[in-house]
């Protein structure tokens, strides 16, 4: 298999679906998330779209990464995503999206290959996009394609707290996180099915953890409206287990270089860091 390579700007889709507002509704009570601009059916979460878009990623990850063109990898895990809200989608209204193979490299925890998603209205509006990225662990590839956005945490930020958010994970947690979502990966679901890869029990779907931080953010850094919430990355760094409390952190970061207000987050549960360099774009 030597010489294969990753494939990049392969373009998969369309597909469609429409967004039920009770379906976005159940997205946020699956997140513990009681913002009335959700629950009222006015406003889609910010991180609700991955319901839509879970198996075109499953294919275009697949396709991006033909036999061979990653080399030693043992695992593969969901490192890292980074959210662009560019404009609202309405509930009731349909969705078109695409994906494509967008950015791969090698970094000291193994390759890293990048999906981007970009999802439209009615109106062919681009409304979301993400960049959902995969670490290889402890493979290799050929470097490939622009280099990702960087959400760096900026030390000084820690000195300018905004506000601290306690969520607890109930043990049927990742079961509604499932029905909402769609993402009914065994390891999340059962606690033997987790043993087989090392894990104590299940553990939380990453992109739960990733919309619960969207609630810190929001009621930190917005005041409660969703709509100002316009790019929100995360990297995934340990495991959130069932029946413990997640503890997020939230920072004012300052001004991005588009001139837009920060907020830098971290998310912790039972001594542990679960997602680091969280960083959040909003507009004033």
């Not at 925890?109 to 062919?124: K, P, S, Y």
Request: proline share 7%; with cysteine.
């Amino acid at each position: 298999m030597a010489g294969v390579s990753v494939k990049l700007g392969e373009r998969i889709g369309p597909q469609e679906r429409r967004i039920d507002p009770d379906w976005a509704m159940a997205y946020a009570l699956a997140t513990n998330d009681p913002n009335p601009a959700y629950l009222e059916g006015g406003v889609v979460p910010p991180v609700f779209t991955v319901s839509a878009i879970l198996p075109m990623y499953l294919e275009a990850n697949q396709a991006m990464t033909p036999p061979g063109s990653v080399t030693g990898a043992t695992g593969g895990v969901h490192g890292q995503h980074d959210l662009y809200l560019h404009k609202p989608l309405q509930p009731g209204s349909t969705v078109r999206f695409w994906a494509e193979g967008y950015s791969a490299s090698n970094t000291p925890a193994g390759a890293r290959v990048t999906v981007r998603i970009q999802l439209f209205d009615e109106a062919d509006d681009l409304c979301v996009e993400h960049f959902w990225t995969t670490i290889h662990i402890k493979g290799t590839l050929e470097p490939a394609g622009p280099p990702l956005a960087e959400h760096e945490f900026p030390a000084e930020a820690r000195q300018k707290p905004l506000g601290s958010l306690t969520l607890p994970i109930t043990g049927d947690q990742t079961y509604r996180y499932a029905g909402a979502s769609y993402d009914h990966a065994i390891i999340h679901m059962d606690d033997a099915a987790a043993q087989r890869i090392g894990m104590p029990r299940k553990f939380l779907q990453g992109l739960c953890t990733f919309a619960m931080c969207s609630q810190a953010v929001v009621k930190f850094g917005a005041g409660g409206d969703p709509l100002k919430l316009r790019r929100m990355a995360v990297r995934f760094s340990a495991p959130v287990f069932t029946r413990e409390e997640l503890v997020i952190d939230t920072f004012d970061g300052g001004r991005a270089e588009n001139g837009r207000r920060v907020v830098v987050f971290e998310a912790n549960s039972a001594g542990r860091t679960n997602i680091k360099h969280g960083w959040a774009e909003l507009d004033d």
